[in-house]
């Protein structure tokens, strides 16, 4: 990702922290003032985090899931989310100028993302894994890395490098979650975001526990030479998981070009990173797992922005450590561990998990498979 897109991207994180400014004093004292304050901050980061960790869920399931059929690491799942959302780019954009409703053109560009991220997901599973199915793991990991780049290069030669702002047609409307201004909001782009992630994920869970097509995936997880004995087309069984696990990518592109407001051809690739993590963090192959670990890393990342900058703040420091007066002196706002150090805070809670948990927060340990 490029240094531009990055600094937009970290912008754009910070913006909920201006809707949660300090509360003005009121007749009960300042003491009470600046403890509302601190409840709108925290409540204004949580609202971002739950945001951007149901992104990350929906992402995070199509990983777990080809993982848990064929235990491979679909490192190109990032880039389907990109295609997806460049996809919606290219609609929107023709369609805006139309006059039509902003949902009607932002279905419009959802409808039309969803069956390519479904075919684009289709081909790499047929032309790039199927052949490398009982080849040794390392041989898919490093195809899957290649495909990837692949994607990277082919969104490249099509939307070109630039960053793309993504129309924003839809007029941003904030509830406060609290009296006054300064209060808590979510807008809502944001409970658009919630509210479908949750749908989509709730469709998911049935689809897997109450479909017959769910009982084959669910067989072939388990053992896909005896779900082969029992009748179930394995092939198939595979090829509709990659399918759906693009289906949600799509969405998800969507979702992150209307929330952030903009696209790039490398966008997917920190995205895809985060939400892989996020399975891994919840117990990758576990659909639940997948879930709680988006969420919890949506959450740490927002936190972490909103909070570890002013506790690092420098004249905070300069309180209790000496040898920060200058500085604070001459740049007040600096701090040693601001908002851009977001990534590395999910990171580091990710590693602590794993060294205390390897298989995750609701994986189980299991062997390998005979």
């Known amino acids: 990702m490029t240094l531009g897109m990055r600094t937009v991207f970290r912008s754009r994180i910070r913006q909920g922290r201006t809707g949660a400014a300090r509360a003005a ?15 709108d901050t925290f409540l204004q ?81 047929r032309v790039a894994y199927r052949p490398l199915r ?42 406060r979650l ?5 209060a808590a909001a979510i807008s809502n782009v944001q409970l658009a975001i919630i509210f479908t992630s949750i749908a989509m994920m709730a469709g998911l869970l049935a689809l897997v526990y109450r479909t017959r097509i769910g009982v084959a995936m669910r067989a072939t997880s388990q053992n896909p030479q005896v779900a082969g004995l029992m009748g179930v087309d394995v092939n198939r069984v595979i090829s509709f998981t990659f399918v759906v696990g693009a289906a949600l990518a799509a969405v ?41 670990g988006g969420i919890l890393m949506g959450l740490i990342e927002a936190l972490g922005a909103g909070y570890v900058g002013d506790w690092t703040n420098v004249c905070f420091l300069n309180q209790y450590l000496p040898g920060f007066s200058g500085v604070c002196a001459a740049s007040p706002e600096s701090s040693l561990f601001g ?32």
Request: net charge positive.
């Open 252 to 292: 998800a592109g969507v979702m992150v070009g209307t929330y952030y407001g903009i696209a790039h051809y490398q966008m997917g690739f920190l995205l895809g990173l985060k939400a892989f993590s996020a399975a891994v963090l919840g117990g990758i192959g576990n659909l639940a797992g997948a879930v709680l």
């Open 178 to 182: 609290g009296h006054g201004d300064s």
């Open 45 to 125: 980061q949580v609202v971002n985090g739950l945001t951007l960790g149901c992104v990350y869920a929906v992402v995070a399931l199509g990983y777990t899931m080809v993982y848990g059929i064929i235990q491979l690491i679909n490192f190109a799942h990032g880039e389907v989310v990109m295609i997806g959302c460049m996809v919606a780019f290219s609609v929107i954009v023709a369609l805006a100028g139309h006059g039509l409703p902003p949902l009607v053109v932002v279905g419009a560009g959802t409808l039309a993302a969803i069956p390519v991220c479904m075919g684009v997901g289709y081909a790499v599973e």
């Open 134 to 175: 009982n080849a040794p793991r390392l041989a898919p990991l490093i195809t899957a890395i290649g495909v990837s780049i692949v994607l990277q290069h082919l969104a490249l030669l099509v939307w070109s490098r630039n960053i793309i702002a993504f129309p924003q047609i839809i007029d941003l409307k904030l509830y």
């Open 339 to 370: 908002s851009n150090y977001k990534d590395v805070y999910a990171f580091i809670v990710l590693i602590l998990v794993l060294v205390f948990r390897p298989s995750g927060l609701l994986g189980e340990r299991v062997g390998d498979r005979a």
């Open 25 to 39: 004093p009121v007749s009960f004292g300042a003491r009470s003032s600046s403890r509302i304050g601190r409840v």
